[in-house]
């Protein structure tokens, strides 16, 4: 049987002592994210700055052109020089009792770089955990001087 977990599930089993018998109080219930929770886990996922909660609050990018998966470990490519290595974004923003939090930071090009493809987020400033990946619609190409603006919107539960 095939069901959609998405968000998340329960079930609660009690199991008699004396007849081992089975009896089910839930069974794959769909489970609700509380407000609060939810405010924590964006907190702890994208805006924290503290060692050992870090949030995915760093944005790199590629020119990798190799399509976006869940799979993904780290960010091939990834640029490191003209003004386009991973940073810590400048804006890291969620709202209490909000779905929502913005990851946003603006590259300025000190050199050319052609075809930027691709866009992820990491907890790290080094390739410790990546946490998000996108395809851009179109491929980015800047000289020097040109800003590349890179916003995430994130959403949880």
Not at 45 to 63: I, K, P, W
């Amino acid at each position: 049987m095939r069901f959609n977990t998405s968000g998340g599930y329960f079930t609660a089993l009690v199991t008699k002592k004396d007849t081992g018998k089975k009896i089910y109080g839930a069974h794959l219930k769909k489970n609700l994210l509380t407000l609060d929770g939810r405010d924590l886990f964006h907190s702890q996922c994208y805006t924290s700055t503290v060692n050992g909660t870090r949030g995915a609050g760093y944005v790199a990018l590629t020119t990798d052109t190799t399509a976006p998966a869940d799979t993904q470990t780290s960010l091939a490519q990834e640029l490191a020089a003209n003004g386009f290595s991973r940073a810590d974004a400048v804006t890291k923003t969620h709202t209490n009792d909000t779905n929502s939090t913005t990851i946003e930071h603006t590259f300025t090009a000190s050199g050319t770089v052609s075809l930027i493809h691709k866009s992820a987020t990491f907890n790290n400033a080094s390739s410790i955990t990546m946490c998000h990946v996108a395809a851009f619609g179109t491929d980015a190409s800047l000289i020097s001087g040109d800003t590349l603006k890179v916003t995430w919107t994130l959403n949880l539960g």
